[in-house]
């Protein structure tokens, strides 16, 4: 690794959650891989091969990238390390030995390479000199990059023996990652990758800790246990900072937690402008143990549960009696506050080690969210059963996500209707009128929102897939970032349009994207007339305070005359200028970094 100096380093991110943290690094691509012993039939072992050179061949490609990015920041020497790491992979020895054992064992690729790896390393560790302790060194760290590329999303780490407090720095944290920390104590989130509204950030946001994503080489600038600043209003993250800096962040600390301290006595007013205009703030859910900060933060409902959490990290499908406790309890602690329970959202970025499904160019664009419900209906009838015995027991309703226009809606409800018969005839209860909605996230959604307004419960608008549709940008990428703009005026009409579609068929409009957690965008989307938002709990009293300091009429005004201007640039900018105006509390400290 390049050796750094002793002078403290800003690196510049992507904001992705508010708030200050600072505590020590842990470097999430360093942690041991738990690889399981695992079988395989005769017929796969040539697969198990084929996986085996591929990922020999991508871990090449991608130490030749490190070591090319290296070379041209801190020039060559440094770079050779990966040389030495590049040789191992030629290692014809270690090489034939994994294929010889996956062929004649019938072992799966990352079991007969671990046990490989783990033997080599072994003997390398008996011998008492300093060139092969490095090569031993070597064929750790490169191992660890091909079970990455082997395992890839279904690689567990062993955060179960992690006791302090962390910042985690990560090349990428996959969703099924992202579960296994909601038992931790987790301070941060910094990665290389990632964009406003990657699982990261929405994560991040829901255990209510700042992240900075999006910094492209976080991994390769910082070291495990490197003392951290993560600003995550700023988007920066400073490494090793002086006596002076954590000083000043320790002050700026204090007066975050003022000012949340401060915004959390309106958690039991209502979500009103001065003027009298109500809407309805509701929390986004991913996990159980969210309960308490939903009920903390003051929420009137779930706006949105992410019902795929529940599938992520377990070798077996979740059964219809878990998914009911589960779907029940959450109905039971909301009541009378509804629970919109969201149909699974796989695919795109979120797999399942249960469900084997092929690789797709493009899996964004792929069989993800409600086609793969319509592709395997067992899966689909499993959870529409215990979405609708929950339904007894609270103030349940469904929506579907991805719904591209009514096709799609009239498929899924033609299944939801047969489970219902079937319930019927084995008189087992739910609510006959649980409300079912669509999710309006696929433009094509938004241009045919007057015909599904007919045909659905309410609409709940999805702005991170909505934007990233709309405009052709991948939602996950940092490079993209600058060209992922909320306030695009192709976004706004379609927000629109599907607002007024919904209201004209006399149904309610709610917005569960990251937009409604930004004071400023949610103030645009009240002004388009939005009933009701759903966001991370922790986003709550801002937007209550947001809601609470403004005249809906001027809101209304403001919004239609964002809609005439062209970029979402000039959007943003024309709006913060109103509110800043408008209302003097309105941008007091944390409401804009
Ligand atoms: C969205 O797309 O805005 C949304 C809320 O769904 P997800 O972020 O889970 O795709
Ligand atoms: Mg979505």
Redesign the pocket.
């Known amino acids: 690794m390049p050796k750094k100096s002793n002078k403290e380093i800003v690196l510049k991110g992507i904001a992705a959650a508010p708030g200050i943290a600072m505590g020590h690094a842990f470097l999430m691509d360093q942690q041991d891989f738990i690889v399981t012993e695992r079988l395989v039939l005769a017929e796969e072992v040539q697969i198990e091969v084929a996986r085996f050179e591929e990922a020999v061949l991508n871990t090449k490609i991608e130490i030749q990238l490190v070591k090319e990015k290296i070379a041209a920041k801190v020039g060559g020497p440094d770079a050779q390390i990966f040389d030495a790491h590049l040789l191992v992979l030629e290692d014809a020895m270690l090489i034939d030995e994994v294929k010889k054992r996956i062929l004649s064992e019938k072992l799966g690729a990352e079991f007969a390479f671990s046990q490989v790896l783990n033997r080599y390393v072994g003997i390398f560790d008996k011998i008492e000199d300093e060139y092969i302790k490095e090569r031993s060194a070597d064929v750790t760290d490169v191992g660890r990059r091909v079970l990455k590329h082997l395992m890839g999303e279904s690689r567990l780490h062993d955060f179960e023996s992690l006791l302090g407090e962390i910042i985690i720095v990560s090349h990428d944290i996959s969703p099924s990652d992202a579960v296994t920390m909601y038992s931790k104590k987790i301070l941060s989130f910094v990665t290389d990758v990632g964009g406003r509204t990657a699982h990261t950030a929405i994560i991040a946001k829901s255990l209510g800790v700042p992240a900075v994503l999006g910094l492209q080489d976080a991994t390769l600038r910082i070291s495990n246990q490197d003392y951290l600043i993560v600003d995550g209003r700023k988007g920066v993250v400073i490494v090793d900072p002086t006596e002076e800096t954590k000083r000043l962040y320790i002050k700026e600390k204090t007066k975050i937690a003022q000012y949340e301290g401060s915004i959390m006595n309106t958690r039991d007013v209502p979500a009103q402008t001065l003027d009298g205009r109500r809407v309805t703030l509701m929390a986004n859910f991913e996990m159980h143990g969210e309960i308490p900060g939903v009920k903390k933060y003051g929420a009137e409902g779930i706006g949105l549960y992410r019902t795929e959490f529940f599938y992520m990290n377990r070798l077996d499908l979740p059964t219809e009696d878990e998914q009911y406790e589960a779907y029940r309890t959450i109905a039971e602690a909301m009541a009378p506050h509804q629970v919109i329970i969201r149909s699974l959202?796989l695919g795109g970025d979120k797999f399942l080690s249960s469900i084997q499904l092929p690789k797709e160019m493009t899996p964004f664009l792929g069989s993800r969210?409600i086609r793969l419900c319509l592709e395997e209906p067992e899966i689909f009838r499993t959870q529409l059963r215990a979405i609708l015995r929950a339904s007894a027991h609270g103030n349940v309703a469904l929506m579907y996500?991805?719904i591209a226009g009514p096709g799609e809606l009239r498929a899924a409800n033609n299944i939801l209707k047969g489970v219902k018969e079937r319930l019927r005839e084995q008189g087992l209860q739910f609510n006959e009128k649980m409300p079912v909605g669509v999710?309006i996230?696929v433009p094509a959604a938004a241009m045919t929102a007057d015909r599904l307004a007919k045909e659905a419960d309410f609409f709940s608008i999805?702005t991170?897939?909505?934007i990233q549709y709309t405009l052709a940008v991948d939602r996950m990428s940092e490079k993209m970032a600058q060209f992922y703009e909320p306030g695009h005026p192709a976004v706004l009409r379609l927000i629109r349009r599907t607002i007024n579609a919904a209201h004209d068929a006399g149904i309610k409009v709610s917005v569960c994207?990251e937009m409604a957690s930004d004071p400023t965008l949610a103030m645009i989307l009240m002004g388009l007339g939005v009933d009701s938002f759903s966001m991370s709990p922790s986003s709550i009293p801002q937007i209550k305070r947001s809601v609470r300091s403004v005249k809906f009429a001027d809101i209304e005004e403001f919004s239609k005359e964002a809609l005439r201007l062209s970029t979402g640039l000039e959007v943003e900018e024309y709006m913060t200028g109103q509110l800043k105006k408008a209302s003097a509390e309105f941008y007091s400290y944390e409401a804009k970094p």
């Open positions: 959202d969210a996500p991805m999710m996230e999805g991170n897939d909505l994207g």
